[in-house]
């Protein structure tokens, strides 16, 4: 490689050219024609920042907390399976770069090393996400997950079948005939910790594979209340109406996400959705985005939104394709450096301070 990428745009040219092309399309593959695909970047470049001048910004504060949790700046690592689709040791590398760089990371269910080898990597915070399988496989997979120090669970809710591609998969995959390789089976569910009697091999335990299914509603949140001291972030929300619910159910934050477009084409796009679910959460508990932050800019408009921070999903698959552990750190340092140069040029000295008027839109 004769540089590194300069910025995210270039990192995902390079990472397609480096990923099988079945595998890339895996990753970067929306539902249907893609349009939330597309509409939920583009959707940052319909949003224009209103400068403040002459401001002194000889100091620029990114640190922040979220859900108390101590970060370098707002962002977070998204939850996300089989990270080895693109390096060998996938998550691993992932929360190392996390580790060093000093941000909160996701990890998911379907993560292709377990809730312990992961932990293992790292004294920084890391958040546990699950996918409602059933109330005997949740409670094996929060009790891991308290017992091995990670600090939030986030329970994703916009898939309402696991394994999203269980009825019709993605149309690229279609076309690719896609298997997921061996090495993103989801071990959390293998072996004699998980107690499930599943084995290597076996069809429940493949990335995005079908697995019997107890359905999610929103009385279940008290259960998972009643199983976990840990906080309970809702990922998957959309509306003002299921954010109010979430409030009356108590959650501690919520993430306004479409999971980066791949259950259902012409969702909203995520950003479009964060207005009202901040109004309907009127500060009762933190609420966060994802789906197509590509530039520290946008973390800056998320952030004057209202976010508390953001998550970032695909970018961390290309980092690894290109350089492993230190490319999803240069990943995360782009995305600082580009931040703090939008602050300091829009005149804003505090991420935890930022006034909504810096935005410039015309979406409600
Ligand atoms: C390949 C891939 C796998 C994902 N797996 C999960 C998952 O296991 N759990 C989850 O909650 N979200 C998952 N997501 C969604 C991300 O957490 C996140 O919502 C999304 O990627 C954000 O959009 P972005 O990729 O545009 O940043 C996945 C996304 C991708 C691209």
């Not at 992961?118 to 958040?127: A, M, V």
């Not at 939030?152 to 995959?173: A, C, F, Q, S, Y």
């Not at 929300?237 to 959650?251: C, I, N, T």
């Amino acid at each position: 490689m004769e540089r590194y990428p300069i910025n995210l745009n270039e990192y995902e040219e390079l990472a397609k050219k480096i990923l099988p092309h079945n595998i890339w399309d895996y990753i970067e593959a929306g539902r249907g024609d893609e349009i939330t695909l597309k509409r939920n970047t583009e959707i940052f470049n319909e949003v224009f920042l209103r400068p403040n001048k002459m401001v002194d910004i000889s100091n620029i504060k990114m640190e922040t907390t979220i859900l108390g949790d101590k970060t370098s700046f707002p962002l977070m690592i998204a939850p996300a399976g089989g990270h080895t689709f693109c390096d060998e040791e996938g998550e691993l590398s992932t929360i190392r770069a996390a580790k060093k760089e000093n941000i909160i990371a996701g990890v998911g269910t379907n993560s292709s090393y377990t809730i312990e080898e992961i932990s293992k990597e790292t004294d920084k915070s890391l958040w546990f996400q699950i996918y409602h399988l059933s109330r005997e496989i949740d409670e094996m997979l929060v009790k891991r997950a308290e017992n091995n120090g990670y600090k939030v669970i986030v329970l994703t809710v916009d898939g309402p079948v696991p394994g999203m591609d269980h009825l019709r998969p993605k149309e690229r995959d279609i076309r690719n005939a896609f298997i997921n390789p061996p090495n993103t089976e989801r071990v959390n569910l293998i072996g004699e910790v998980a107690g499930l009697g599943y084995k290597k091999g076996d069809p429940e335990v493949q990335l995005g594979g079908y697995h019997p299914v107890e359905q999610l509603i929103w009385e279940d949140i008290d259960w998972f209340r009643s199983i976990t001291k840990l906080p309970i972030v809702i990922k998957g929300l959309q509306s003002a109406h299921d954010a109010k619910k979430a409030v009356e159910y108590g959650v501690d934050g919520i993430v306004v996400s479409n999971h980066g477009a791949r259950g259902v084409d012409t969702l909203m796009p995520s950003l479009e959705s964060l207005p009202e679910v901040l109004d309907a959460v009127n500060g009762k508990c933190e609420v966060y985005l994802d789906g197509g932050i590509r530039r520290g800019a946008d973390i800056l408009k998320a952030l004057a939104f209202g976010a508390k921070g953001v998550m970032i999903g695909r970018p961390f698959y290309w980092g690894l394709a290109v350089d492993g552990e230190n490319g999803v750190r240069d990943v995360i340092n782009i995305l600082k450096q580009e931040l703090e140069q939008a602050m300091k040029y829009c005149g804003i000295t505090d991420v935890e301070n930022i006034d909504p008027n810096l935005l410039s839109y015309n979406f409600s």
